[in-house]
């Protein structure tokens, strides 16, 4: 069973930036697609980045299209997510997730292994 711990999430003034950091056990974590999503309460799970196995093929939501930054680092079996010029409306429970057979446009509902979360609040 592959294990997800997501790291970085905080409080941060808007216009402040956060880094996250995923660390995954997956065996073969260099040749699954990885994601962030996130969630507000009330809310469906959304979709915030996702990325190919190599590397080399990235999606991003609009709302956060210019302004976050997702990476990895396949020899460390890591995910990162750069989150710069943060909004009030960025703030929600941050999820790292893999998707074993999806692609960057797969749904969230393809993702097999889902990490805890953690926590970003932005102020105003």
């Known amino acids: 069973q592959a294990q997800l711990v997501e790291s970085g999430g905080g409080l941060v003034q808007a216009g402040g930036s956060l880094r996250l950091s995923c660390a995954a056990s997956?065996?073969?974590?260099?040749?699954?697609?990885k994601g962030w999503f996130r969630q507000t309460p009330g809310k469906e799970r959304e979709v915030v980045a996702t990325i190919s196995w190599s590397g080399g093929s990235i999606h991003y939501a609009d709302y956060v299209k210019g302004r976050f930054t997702i990476s990895r680092d396949n020899a460390k079996n890591t995910v990162s997510l750069q989150m710069n010029s943060l909004k009030p409306e960025d703030t929600a429970v941050y999820y790292c997730?893999?998707?074993?057979?999806?692609?960057?446009?797969?749904?969230?509902?393809?993702?097999?292994?889902w990490g805890q979360g953690t926590q970003v609040t932005v102020s105003s």
């Open positions: 997956e065996r073969s974590f260099s040749s699954y697609v």
């Open positions: 997730a893999t998707s074993v057979h999806g692609n960057i446009w797969s749904a969230k509902e393809d993702y097999d292994y």
